[in-house]
Structures are given as structure tokens and as C-alpha cells.
């Protein structure tokens, strides 16, 4: 079936430090990629999106590439901010499909 | 718009009690679904409603009831709760076609079962 496997956490950097949160998708055909963003006491709010091989997802600084070839959806930011301090979950979802498939979340603390 | 809304914000509850969490959606969205969310686990769906009067069953759908009797709300029921059911649970809400084909998501219910 459908999975998203992202790397563990949690994850510290001091701020301007650069970001990478590794995700790879199990899935058939061609599903939508999402990243989500959890920042404390909140529910999940969109980051960014993209739908097919090659599309790139941006948003507030952070991108990530949907990768066919390596069935992957990295999420990278240049230069992080102690505001980016937050849970950061990856998902898929078929576009003939209803469910969303979630990873298990990342947790980032950024450090002045 | 209040978005997606989630009562109550925190229950506790003994083991065997029943108790109904509230969805509430005020975008017209014709999608609902209930998460719970489990330390080390993500996010798993429970249940889900493509329109109102219909319901379908998730990841982990055991213990848990639903209703969607009205477009904008949907309903999640514990009967005879458990220790297992510990855990935060999510409200989200979309409608497909639209261009972020995204969920927006309700702030969270922390339910402690003793």
C-alpha cells in the first residue's frame, strides 16, 4: 500500500543554518506530494505542494522537488529561523484517491 | 471564516466511558476526515466522509463510530472508551478540484483516557 517514510527527528540547528528533512514515498502511479507544517498547540497547516515528477513546491523559503526517479520529496530551506521551530510532516495522496497518507513528523528547534 | 473547529479541547475520560467529539466546518468543504495523532506514529485516519449521510473507515478504524448528518459537521463517537485511545485527534476538512487540494485542519482535541 500507500507510505511515506521521513527521516527522524528530532532535528536542532542554530539559526541561519541550512535544512534538509529527508521523505521517500511508496506509492503507485503518480500521487500529489505535501508538506505540512505543526507549530506547537496547532493543527497541520500546508507548506507547500506539488503534483507531479519534477514540480517544485515553494513556500516561505522552503522548497522541495518531487523526484520520480529517487521517489523522494526533500524539504530544504536556506537559512532557517527560530520561527520555523515546528513538527514537519510529509504526505502523499492519490489523485484518484480520498485518503491522505502521513510520515511520522520531524521535529525542528532552530536556536538564536 | 472560523475554518475547521474542534469541541471539546481537552476530555478526559475513565475507561469504558462514551463521549462524541464535534467537527465543525464552515467552508462548504464536501470532504471530512478524523486523525489521530500518536507520538512516533504521525498521523493515522480513523474515518472519513465524502458527503453528507456517507462515512467510510480509515487506517485504524476500531472502537470508533461517525456521523455526518450535516454537510458541515462531522461527528466522532467513542462508545466504551480505552487507555489505547489516548491521544490527540485532528479534525480536517477539502474539496477536491480545487487548486491546493489541500485539507485544512481543526486545532486539536487531547483526549486522556484513565
Given at each position: 500500500?500507500?507510505s511515506?517514510?521521513q527521516?527522524?527527528?528530532?532535528?536542532t540547528?542554530?539559526?541561519?543554518?541550512?535544512?534538509?528533512?529527508?521523505?521517500?514515498?511508496?506509492?503507485?502511479?503518480?500521487?500529489?506530494?505535501?508538506?505540512?507544517?505543526?507549530?506547537?498547540?496547532?493543527?497541520?497547516?500546508?507548506?507547500l505542494?506539488?503534483?507531479?515528477?519534477d514540480?517544485?513546491?515553494?513556500?516561505?523559503?522552503?522548497?522541495?522537488?518531487?523526484?520520480?526517479?529517487?521517489?523522494s520529496?526533500?524539504?530544504?530551506?536556506?537559512?532557517?529561523?527560530?520561527s520555523?521551530?515546528?513538527?514537519?510532516?510529509c504526505?502523499?495522496?492519490?489523485?484518484?484517491?480520498?485518503?491522505?497518507?502521513?510520515?511520522?513528523?520531524?521535529?525542528?528547534?532552530?536556536?538564536? | 471564516?472560523?475554518?475547521?473547529?474542534?469541541?471539546?479541547?481537552f476530555?478526559?475520560?475513565?475507561?469504558?466511558?462514551?463521549?462524541?467529539?464535534?467537527?465543525?466546518?464552515?467552508?462548504?468543504?464536501?470532504?471530512?476526515y478524523?486523525y489521530?495523532?500518536d507520538?512516533?506514529?504521525?498521523?493515522?485516519?480513523?474515518?472519513?466522509?465524502?458527503?453528507?449521510g456517507?462515512?467510510?473507515?480509515?487506517?485504524?478504524?476500531?472502537?470508533?463510530?461517525?456521523?455526518r448528518?450535516?454537510?458541515?459537521?462531522?461527528?466522532?463517537?467513542l462508545?466504551?472508551?480505552?487507555?489505547?485511545q489516548?491521544?490527540?485527534?485532528?479534525?480536517?476538512?477539502?474539496?477536491?478540484g480545487q487548486?491546493?487540494?489541500?485539507?485544512?485542519?481543526?486545532?486539536?482535541?487531547?483526549?486522556?483516557?484513565?
Amino acid at each position: 500500500g500507500d507510505s511515506v517514510t521521513q527521516m527522524e527527528g528530532p532535528v536542532t540547528l542554530s539559526e541561519e543554518a541550512f535544512l534538509t528533512i529527508n521523505c521517500t514515498y511508496t506509492a503507485t502511479g503518480y500521487p500529489s506530494l505535501f508538506w505540512y507544517v505543526q507549530y506547537p498547540g496547532e493543527g497541520l497547516q500546508l507548506l507547500l505542494k506539488a503534483t507531479k515528477a519534477d514540480d517544485k513546491g515553494s513556500n516561505k523559503g522552503f522548497e522541495a522537488t518531487y523526484r520520480k526517479e529517487t521517489t523522494s520529496f526533500h524539504l530544504e530551506k536556506g537559512s532557517v529561523q527560530v520561527s520555523d521551530s515546528a513538527v514537519y510532516f510529509c504526505a502523499l495522496r492519490q489523485n484518484t484517491g480520498n485518503q491522505f497518507y502521513f510520515g511520522t513528523g520531524t521535529s525542528l528547534t532552530v536556536i538564536p | 471564516n472560523a475554518g475547521v473547529t474542534q469541541t471539546p479541547k481537552f476530555r478526559v475520560l475513565k475507561t469504558g466511558q462514551s463521549m462524541t467529539l464535534l467537527c465543525a466546518q464552515d467552508m462548504n468543504h464536501e470532504y471530512m476526515y478524523w486523525y489521530r495523532q500518536d507520538p512516533g506514529m504521525g498521523l493515522r485516519l480513523i474515518h472519513y466522509s465524502v458527503g453528507e449521510g456517507t462515512t467510510a473507515k480509515g487506517e485504524v478504524p476500531d472502537g470508533y463510530n461517525v456521523s455526518r448528518l450535516k454537510k458541515q459537521n462531522f461527528l466522532l463517537g467513542l462508545e466504551s472508551a480505552a487507555p489505547s485511545q489516548t491521544s490527540v485527534y485532528f479534525c480536517a476538512s477539502r474539496t477536491p478540484g480545487q487548486p491546493l487540494e489541500t485539507q485544512y485542519f481543526g486545532p486539536g482535541t487531547r483526549l486522556l483516557v484513565l
